[in-house]
């Protein structure tokens, strides 16, 4: 209950948040992987399922984000870019008093 709150409370405090405001955020977490987009999509995807996550593809990827309340304050993003022989995964998140959403840098790079 009291993650809740200090969330609420965070929400209300920071004000709006989009796809644009969260990757101006300085990254959480950035690497490259030499698994397909296709692969790590259908990876990420599958251990996302049951949070409220958006996929929007793109021309060389893709981005998830996750987002809460009735404006859809975004919390994460995970932004997938084709590089050729690479794939780079970056994650720009809001930080929490207890630091950098680890878990969503777990879901990541266990689908790497």
Request: include cysteine; aromatic fraction near 8%; charged fraction near 20%.
């Amino acid at each position: 209950m009291r993650h809740h709150l200090c969330m609420i409370s965070a929400l209300a405090l920071a004000g709006c948040s989009t796809l644009q405001s969260r990757r101006d955020d300085p990254p959480i977490f950035q690497q490259t992987t030499a698994i397909s987009v296709q692969d790590f999509q259908g990876c990420f995807a599958e251990k996302t399922a049951k949070q409220d996550v958006q996929y929007l593809p793109r021309r060389n990827g893709g981005t998830f984000s996750s987002g809460a309340g009735t404006q859809r304050y975004i919390l994460w993003v995970v932004d997938v870019d084709d590089l050729g022989a690479e794939r780079r995964v970056t994650v720009h998140a809001v930080d929490s008093i207890w630091g950098p959403n680890k878990k969503i840098i777990a879901e990541v790079q266990a689908c790497m």
